[in-house]
């Protein structure tokens, strides 16, 4: 994210449970840092839809060379997220 964003992702500048306003390139976006629907820390991103797939299109690019951006698909996060014994934003106790 550094690659794209002037903001600072390290602990002390953006505590765990935290939400800030920050620059995507020329767009600025809503970061929660939390748990991942996967289970993992990491940060969640809100922004106006009609900018989105665009701004997707350069965090991939930014951090492509790095090995760090995968689109892992809808069943492996599935998968995921049942390993950690998350449940379904849609599921319920009936």
């Known amino acids: ?3 794209v964003s ?3 992702f ?8 935290t939400s800030q306003e920050i620059d995507v390139r ?3 976006v809503r970061a929660t840092a939390a748990h991942t629907y996967v289970g ?3 940060w969640s991103f809100t922004s106006r839809w009609s900018s ?7 965090v991939a690019r930014a ?9 892992p698909g ?3 996060i599935d998968s995921l997220r049942l390993e950690k014994g998350y449940r379904a934003w849609a599921a319920t106790d009936a």
Do not use: H, V
């Open 40 to 42: 993992e820390l990491g």
């Open 52 to 58: 989105r797939s665009g701004r997707l299109r350069r």
């Open 10 to 17: 390290d602990n002390a500048s953006f505590p765990f449970a």
């Open 63 to 71: 951090g492509r060379d790095l090995g760090l951006i995968k689109w």
């Open 74 to 76: 809808d069943y492996a």
């Open 6 to 8: 002037t903001a600072r």
């Open 1 to 3: 994210m550094q690659r």
């Open 26 to 28: 020329l767009c600025t």
